[in-house]
């Protein structure tokens, strides 16, 4: 069944998340997305090795269902190439600094010249504008200037989230951004630039915070995994591992107090409302740390649930990929790639559209891969090509 963006091409300059990840969004959807990298491949490609060619695992997620071009736009001859895949093209993304769009040639000045119809998304870390708007970085310089980090650890080491959520929420976020631009472009006929910022992305997931600081001066620190407005909210260790369990508004409160064997802590002052019980969390902590230190991690999570109580244990990667409801719902799509010694366990597109769904139909590509196929498709004859990579054009 062919995706909502059929006919959509994609020319993907991104490197790592920001970028590649809306590329593969959109792949997922049906567009023709073009991974165009380096020569000698990207950066990213090598993340993380883990097959024989040096393939990296982050780049065997964020290539999925993209054709692969190695091309070098700085030479005029690639320069020729990049303007004719734009004449030829939908949406450009580049996750890269200003300086560097102009000098590949698609930065959105001379690509919508082109072609007026053309999308254009770009990330930075900072966005356009601003004193910082030339400087680079990475997912975390995000977390740390948006709050996250200091708000996350033990209240003595400000500590980063290992997992990359300002990178992907910038990504989603540009996914957003694209659909929108080709929902008006069907109307106006016109492209237009979609930007994000790592920055702003952060921010926007903080902003709770941010306003709870400004409208009231508290001045949080850390807890550690301990929530700050409703309890109890914390990491628990059983007899064989670690659980999370939440408790918000007052039916579940009741209903946890009525587990714990003790109806009158909802009568207790200091946890009359969620905003009380976070002040007090730490009390709340120890009476169900003591109710979890003589249960097993099953156990505790059968009582919760039985009394429909928010939990979940606390995985190892390993723990993850066994689970028996990610296995039976079908998470993890294998993929067979050259080189890998199994499947790689690729997760399923994120999103389910019960008519029109995403689809994961091809493996990242080896480097250059489709170069011959997609120059081919430009008009290039074989000989041609041949000239282009004794020129290290492509």
């Known amino acids: ?57 982050m780049f065997l997620q964020m290539g999925r269902n993209k ?45 919508s010249a082109i072609n007026p119809r053309i999308i254009l998304a770009t990330t930075s870390t900072f966005g356009s504008e601003g004193p910082y708007a030339t400087r680079v970085g990475f997912d ?30 910038t990504a989603l976020l540009n996914t957003v951004g ?29 902003n709770g915070h941010l306003i709870e600081q400004a409208m ?34 007052q039916p579940l409160f009741v209903r946890w107090c009525k587990l714990m064997g003790d109806e009158a802590l909802a009568k207790d002052p200091r946890f009359k409302d969620d905003l009380a019980r976070g002040d007090n969390g730490e009390a709340l902590s120890e009476i169900m740390q003591n109710w979890c230190n003589t249960r097993t991690v099953k156990e505790a999570l059968e009582a919760l649930e039985a009394n429909r109580i928010p939990a979940g244990p606390v995985y190892t990667p390993q723990q993850t990929l066994d ?7 079908k998470f993890f799509h294998g993929m067979e790639y050259p080189g890998a010694a199994k499947p790689v366990p690729i997760v399923q597109e994120p999103v389910k559209l019960s008519r029109t769904p995403l689809t994961i139909r091809r493996r990242a590509p080896r480097l250059g891969e489709h170069t011959d196929q997609i120059l081919q498709e430009l008009g290039y004859e074989p000989a041609a090509i041949d000239k282009l990579r004794a020129d290290r054009v492509v």
């Open 216 to 249: 009231l001066n508290l001045n949080r620190i850390a807890t550690l995994n301990r929530g700050f407005t409703a309890g109890p909210s914390d990491t628990y260790k059983c007899r064989d591992g670690w659980i999370y369990a939440m408790t918000i508004g």
């Open 323 to 329: 689970d028996p409801h990610i296995r039976h719902a």
């Open 178 to 206: 694209v659909l929108a631009a080709l929902i008006d472009r069907a109307k106006s006929g016109k492209g237009q630039k979609v930007e994000t910022a790592l920055l702003r992305t952060a921010m926007n997931i903080t």
């Open 140 to 169: 975390t310089i995000g977390q740390a200037m948006s709050g996250a980090m200091f708000l996350s650890g033990d209240g003595k080491v400000p500590t980063r989230m290992n997992a990359p959520f300002v990178d992907f929420g």
């Open 67 to 111: 054709l692969g071009l190695t091309l070098n736009p700085m030479k005029p001859a690639g320069r020729e190439i990049v303007k004719k895949l734009l004449a030829q093209s939908d949406v450009v993304i580049a996750n890269l600094p200003y300086e560097t769009l102009q000098e590949m040639g698609i930065d959105y000045d001379t690509i």
């Open 1 to 57: 069944m062919p995706g909502v963006l059929e006919g959509i091409r994609v020319l993907d300059f991104g490197r790592y998340i920001a970028g590649p990840f809306c590329g593969t969004m959109l792949a997922d959807l049906g567009a023709e997305v073009i991974r165009i990298e380096k020569l000698d491949g990207s950066e990213d490609r090598w993340v993380t090795p883990v097959v024989d060619g040096g393939e990296g695992a």
